[in-house]
């Protein structure tokens, strides 16, 4: 059982989950361990963290006596309406508060149509360059020679450039791939997630190169895989795979033969495949020996190959890709994920959120005319505290209604929330 606690309930023995706030809100490395002493916990209080969740399979219970702000996995899938009914009765300095984020307006809103279209034309630019470039290195690589870093530098600079002014643009853009241009666009992609992810958790300007460029090389030892096996169409056998499953020790000895690669760029390209769990490839490492580089680039790795068409599949949506991925217990690092989603400014798929007329609404998928505005299903009046049969809004188009907060679910008395919003899901909305 998960629990939601205040920090200042900690007692030595707890199995800590998961804390609030960004990675650089708390003092460890790690985001799950068991709390051996007092220190830990004293360093803890005397950071940003004020809530916690606990794993009650895996550590000290909390005391019949401590109340938790709410308990996250419940036995059985429960529906809203009663829980849900006592929250809203409560007067309002009562009520639960929007604290994971108010919503701020897309960044894009603030560049005129001419800026943005101009902005448009320069990351097109951009990308041409870079996946010829990328291109052609993959291709040295196949014949055997060295990887010259120094010429991917400007490329990394100008993708830089491009995401701090609107990582939609740039990310918009090297989404659509062809079969052919794959491997290399994917590259560019991961390129520019890592920079925007890398600013969002307040890493320093000087180690976006490294940390674009890792990106830019995690795919190299993919030049050794035929293309009848990288692009085949339909399920690979178990020799196909070990082929493919070898590419990251492949890439990783192109990149210790040539001159000037980073740690942060070599460890990138051997781990990117690693999962918090220990049950990814090559070395089954588990999470304490994966660096911050290597869970960053797992999430963009897996975030742009879900999101773009494949041989094998149909692309999802970014924010049905989110969802995706936020349903994979075991393979990323939790905190780092959410810096993720926040650092693309799109919400998953099943996301509970509140709406300026005061209802509540569940995110269903993203608008076709601003991939940054979400379409909601509205099911909640808090007006008048009764459920409402549900009306799909486009925010993108209805100008009038907003998106005011992301709820935290457990607040609002949804301990399931997964069964709650499924059933939200599969009714049919009013129109
Ligand atoms: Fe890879
Ligand atoms: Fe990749």
Redesign the pocket.
């Known amino acids: 059982m998960l629990r939601k606690i205040q920090a200042s309930q900690l007692e030595p023995g707890m199995f800590i989950h998961s804390m609030e706030g960004s990675w650089f809100d708390h003092p460890f490395w790690r985001s799950r361990f068991l709390l051996n002493d007092e220190s830990q916990i004293e360093q803890i209080l005397s950071s940003d963290v004020t809530r916690v969740t606990i794993d009650e399979s895996r550590g000290k219970k909390l005391s019949a006596s401590s109340k938790p702000l709410a308990v996250l996995a419940a036995e059985e899938a429960k529906v809203y309406t009663p829980k849900l009914a006592k929250v809203l009765k409560q007067s309002a300095q009562e009520r639960p508060r929007s604290y994971l984020r108010e919503v701020a307006e897309p960044v894009f809103n603030r560049l005129t149509p001419r800026e943005r279209a101009a902005e448009v034309r320069k990351a097109s630019g951009t990308i041409k360059r870079s996946r010829a470039a990328v291109m052609a290195m993959f291709e040295d690589a196949r014949h055997g020679k060295a990887v010259k870093p120094r010429k991917l530098a400007p490329l990394v600079k100008q993708i830089s450039r491009s995401v701090n002014i609107d990582p939609t643009i740039i990310l918009n853009i090297a989404r659509i791939k062809t079969k052919d241009e794959y491997t290399y666009l994917?590259?560019v992609s991961?390129c520019a997630l890592m920079i925007n992810l890398a600013r969002k958790m307040g890493f320093p300007e000087r180690q976006m190169h490294d940390i674009g460029l890792a990106g830019l090389l995690?795919?190299i030892g993919k030049t050794c895989i035929p293309d009848s096996i990288l692009s085949k169409p339909g399920k690979l056998d178990a020799s196909e795979w070990d082929v493919i499953r070898n590419h990251p020790q492949r890439g990783h000895e192109i990149l210790t033969e040539s001159e000037g690669i980073s740690d942060v760029v070599l460890e990138v390209c051997l781990r990117?495949h690693e999962k918090m769990d220990g049950t990814g490839y090559p070395g089954k490492l588990f999470a304490d020996n994966l660096s911050i580089f290597t869970r960053m680039a797992s999430i963009c790795?897996v975030y742009?190959?879900i999101t773009s068409q494949r041989p094998y599949n149909a692309p999802l949506s970014a924010s049905e890709a989110l969802a995706e991925m936020m349903s994979w217990s075991g393979h990323f690092d939790q905190l780092i994920f959410c810096d993720f989603v926040d650092s693309l400014g799109i919400l998953p798929v099943g996301t509970l959120v509140r709406l300026n007329q005061d209802e509540l609404a569940i995110v269903i998928g993203e608008s076709p005319s601003n991939y940054s505005v979400p379409i909601v299903r509205s099911f909640h009046s808090l007006e008048t505290d009764l459920p409402i049969s549900g009306k799909d809004i486009d925010l993108g188009r209805e100008r009038s209604r907003k998106l005011v907060a992301v709820e935290d679910p457990a607040d609002w008395g949804f301990p399931d929330w997964s069964g709650t919003s499924a059933l939200v899901l599969s009714k049919s909305p009013a129109g």
Do not use: G, Y
Request: charged letters at 35%; aromatic letters at 0%; hydrophobic letters at 20%.
């Open positions: 994917h590259s991961v995690h795919d990117h790795d742009d190959a």
